[in-house]
């Protein structure tokens, strides 16, 4: 009669801590994602309120439905799918570029309800700089908040990653004149008609031709899809 031959398998005793240390890295980014998306929730709420606010103040609608209701619903919208991918696939870059764009998504936000109160002249906070701080941040979050998802999402669909090397100077592209338009609209002294902003409290004096033709000279990024 033929033997059967048995064979045993030797574990690895390395793998069992290495794998131990990648889950326990996981879990980290879930649990960060979980955090980073209740204060995104906590703080659209606040804006939430401050837009009801205005709106039995002033008992003009056209502001709240247009922009209050619209910008939140995004933010929500945004860090909440991130979350929901994050909890799946935490190394997975879309889930990040999510709660980002769902982050700037509310900077816009709160920075428009300071705006409006600050022209309609409700009273704010007594920081004298919040004011300042809404029309710097409302001349820029808007750009990236708009430009991640629908850039470097499908840049990076569906495992996070570029399709292949090839498309590596196209995400360079893209993220080098995101950079680029953001600062310089964070930094230009402003008004600029073409892009919508106001004056900028905090815009570099003298810097107007350099960051013009940043402006005007640098790509989209959705140039290259």
């Known amino acids: 009669m033929r033997e059967t031959q048995q064979f045993i398998t030797i574990p690895n005793p390395s793998a069992a801590p290495e794998a131990q240390e990648a889950s326990g890295v996981a879990d980290k980014l879930i649990r960060t994602a979980r955090r980073w998306a209740l204060v995104v929730a906590v703080l659209v709420t606040l804006n939430f309120a401050l837009a009801v606010y205005q709106l039995a103040i002033t008992n003009d609608p056209r502001i709240f439905f247009t922009h209050q209701i ?18 799946r696939r935490p190394r997975n870059a879309i889930g990040w570029i999510f709660l980002c764009a769902g982050t700037f998504y509310l900077l816009t936000g709160l920075a428009a309800s300071v705006v409006d109160q600050h022209r309609l002249g409700l009273p704010l906070p007594s920081a004298t700089a919040l004011p300042d701080l809404a029309y710097w941040l409302g001349n820029w979050a808007w750009l990236p908040a708009q430009i991640l998802p629908l850039t470097f999402v499908f840049l990076l669909f569906p495992d996070g990653h570029l399709p292949s090397r090839h498309w590596r100077s196209i995400g360079w592209a893209a993220g080098l004149s995101l950079f680029l338009l953001t600062l310089a609209l964070a930094t230009h002294p402003g008004p600029v008609s073409d892009w919508g902003t106001a004056a900028n409290p905090y815009g570099i004096a003298g810097a107007e031709q350099i960051l013009d033709c940043l402006l005007y000279t640098s790509p989209s990024p959705r140039d290259g899809l």
């Open 70 to 87: 619209f910008i939140p619903f995004l933010a929500l919208s945004y860090t909440f799918l991130g979350r929901a991918t994050i909890s």
